[in-house]
Nanobody, 122 residues
Framework: QVQLVESGGGLVQTGGSLRLSCAAS????????MGWFRQAPGKQREFVAS????????RVAESVRGRFAISRDNVENTVNLQMNSLKPEDTAVYYC???????????????WGQGTQVTVSS
């Protein structure tokens, strides 16, 4: 059974930092590219960042480039998102997921965890 448990969200001021973590189980973690997505109120879920199976290559959305970084630990089966220089427009629920195919064309599976709320105050 696939499980995705996101953590690390919270309330932070503009310019602050947060580190999100996702514990994944139910699939052979090191065989899958992984991604982070977010959904703001009233908006569709959008791609944030992805990482290949080994962790040697990453891709981030234009809106977070230079501020966010994704990493993974194939021993602990976790994927992390370091978020710096946060802006109010980063406020959203953040989700991780396994990806179908390669990390450069991030297509998440249909199952989602509960997500973790990130709120950035101005």
């Amino acid at each position: 059974q696939v499980q995705l448990v996101e953590s690390g969200g919270g309330l932070v001021q503009t310019g602050g930092s947060l580190r999100l973590s996702c514990a994944a189980s139910g699939r052979t973690f090191s065989s899958y590219a992984m991604g982070w997505f977010r959904q703001a109120p009233g908006k569709q879920r959008e791609f944030v960042a992805s990482i290949n199976e080994s962790g040697s290559a990453t891709r981030v959305a234009e809106s977070v480039r230079g501020r966010f970084a994704i990493s993974r630990d194939n021993v602990e089966n976790t994927v992390n998102l370091q978020m710096n220089s946060l802006k109010p427009e980063d406020t959203a629920v953040y989700y991780c997921n396994y990806l179908r195919g390669i990390y450069t064309a991030p297509r998440p599976y249909d199952y989602w965890g509960q997500g973790t709320q990130v709120t950035v105050s101005s």
